[in-house]
């Protein structure tokens, strides 16, 4: 069964500074996806930042970029220039696309607030 | 924005009841799914549906079924709420199985 690791319940960061999520997963499968969803205070699930496995090149969405390791199994988050509105739990995600028909595994979160 | 409605936004009731949650989606996407989420565990995936009548079982189904007559709708039942059904439910939508999915704005359901 695949699986999902956020090792970082909480964490705090200075506004315009940097900071990197971590996620572990673990899958046998070789097709896939992995995902960060943002869940601010409004309960909204908002999606981040895509990653194919099979693209060696990492995601960027202007602010965000991943560091993805796939021998590693190992997807970070890095949210560059930080900014007030970016605090919300963050959410990893893995999609298997081999047979489950995209059905999410997500990790249990972390919680960032940026600090002014 | 993707046209996800989940109905109701809030819900109180009692053990013992039957519930019904509705996600109605307007971008004709063919794949719909139902998470819980709960504190400490994420997301995790009730059911799901690949089409009209299509439907299939996520990781923690006991408990609710759900029916998919037209593609805009998705209804998730409980049929006999229980306490541990307490939760914030999201719909999501697909338009295939290796695009991304996109959430509604989740319903708060709490039984008494």
């Known amino acids: 069964a695949q699986t999902v690791t956020q090792s970082q319940p909480e964490m705090s960061v200075q506004e315009a500074e940097t900071v990197t999520l971590s996620c572990t997963y673990d899958?046998?499968?070789?097709?896939?996806?992995l995902f960060w969803y943002k869940q601010p205070p409004s309960r909204q699930m908002i999606l981040v930042i895509r990653?194919?496995?099979?693209?060696?090149q990492n995601a960027t969405e202007n602010r965000f970029s991943v560091n993805f390791q796939k021998a590693a199994k190992s997807f970070s988050l890095k949210i560059s220039d930080s900014q007030l509105g970016d605090t919300a739990m963050y959410f990893c995600?893995?999609?298997?696309?081999?047979?489950?028909?995209?059905?999410?595994?997500f990790g249990k979160g972390t919680k960032l607030s940026v600090k002014p | 924005d993707a046209g996800i409605t989940q109905s109701p936004r809030h819900k109180v009731t009692e053990t013992g009841t039957p519930v019904t949650l509705r996600c109605h989606q307007t971008e004709n996407h063919r794949y719909m799914y139902w998470y819980r989420q709960d504190p400490g565990h994420g997301l995790r995936l009730i059911h799901y549906?690949?089409?009209?009548?299509?439907?299939d079982k996520g990781e923690v189904s006991d408990g609710y079924s759900v029916s998919r007559s037209k593609t805009e709708d998705f209804l998730l039942t409980l049929e006999s709420a229980t306490s541990s059904q307490t939760s914030v439910y999201f719909c999501a939508i697909s338009g295939g199985y290796n695009q991304p999915q996109h959430f509604g704005d989740g319903t708060r359901l709490s039984i008494l």
């Open positions: 990653q194919e496995a099979y693209k060696q």
């Open positions: 899958t046998s499968e070789n097709n896939y996806y």
């Open positions: 549906s690949y089409g009209v009548k299509d439907t």
């Open positions: 995600a893995f999609a298997n696309y081999g047979g489950s028909q995209g059905n999410l595994i």
